[in-house]
């Protein structure tokens, strides 16, 4: 079965600290692949996402991830975090079959807790 | 703005009650999703629908159903309410053309004693 993995499940930074988080899936074919945010007591929100082209793709707040096809991986990155960017990160994959059902398999989840 | 909206926020419930959670969308998506998210799992697939008074089971459909009366309107039911039923629910919805975005409402925390 297709699957997602993101390898931190808990990460704590220091303002100003350099982010990645790790994403791997498992699924060999074409793959529509997201980040998604969910900041304490709010929605879970939608933070970039790939489906073809530039493998670097931005996102909002300064977020951005690369696409390595021949890793299976999308990593999410930013230069420099901020108190404001404490949250769980999910990454998530629509491989190819799914069509238009625009069905979404999630990782377990990276909690980002940022100190002032 | 798309706007997903989920009837309650917070739901005490006993074992063995007969739990509803509805979820309403605003903008005319064919889609729609109920997932529960717990602590270290993510988010899992329970349920789904493509088009009025059609569903698909997802990862974990054992102990709920689902209806699709309105295309607006996706509900999701506990039977028979356990603890293990404990969980946040959230729904979600996307237009059913190629890659496009899920969206996804506030979440139902469901506590059952």
């Known amino acids: 079965a297709q699957s997602v993995s993101q390898h931190n499940h808990h990460v704590i930074l220091s303002e100003a600290a350099s982010l990645e988080l790790g994403c791997n899936y498992s699924?060999?074919?074409?793959?529509?692949l997201f980040w998604y945010v969910q900041y304490p007591g709010q929605h879970l929100q939608l933070l970039l996402k790939?489906?073809?082209?530039?493998?670097l793709v931005k996102g909002i707040k300064g977020f951005e991830a690369e696409f390595i096809k021949s890793k299976f991986s999308f990593n999410l990155r930013k230069p420099s975090v901020q108190w404001s960017d404490t949250a769980e990160y999910f990454c998530a994959v629509n491989p190819n079959y799914g069509g238009a059902t625009n069905k979404l398999i999630f990782g377990t989840g990276t909690l980002l807790a940022v100190q002032p | 703005d798309v706007k997903v909206t989920q009837s309650s926020r917070y739901l005490v419930k006993r074992t063995g009650e007969k739990v509803f959670l509805e979820c309403v969308q605003d903008?005319?998506?064919?889609?729609m999703f109920w997932y529960r998210q717990d602590p270290g799992l993510g988010l899992r697939l329970i349920y789904f629908?493509?088009?009025?008074?059609?569903?698909e089971k997802g990862d974990i459909p054992e102990g709920y159903s689902v209806s699709r009366e309105k295309k607006e309107r996706f509900s999701l039911i506990l039977e028979s309410a356990s603890t293990n039923q404990t969980s946040m629910y959230l729904c979600?919805?996307?237009?059913?053309?190629?890659?496009?975005?899920?969206?996804f409402g506030p979440g139902t925390r469901l506590l059952v004693l």
């Open positions: 903008m005319d998506h064919e889609n």
């Open positions: 699924y060999g074919g074409t793959v529509n």
């Open positions: 629908s493509y088009d009025v008074k059609m569903k």
């Open positions: 979600a919805s996307t237009r059913q053309r190629y890659q496009e975005t899920q969206y």
């Open positions: 790939y489906f073809s082209g530039d493998p």
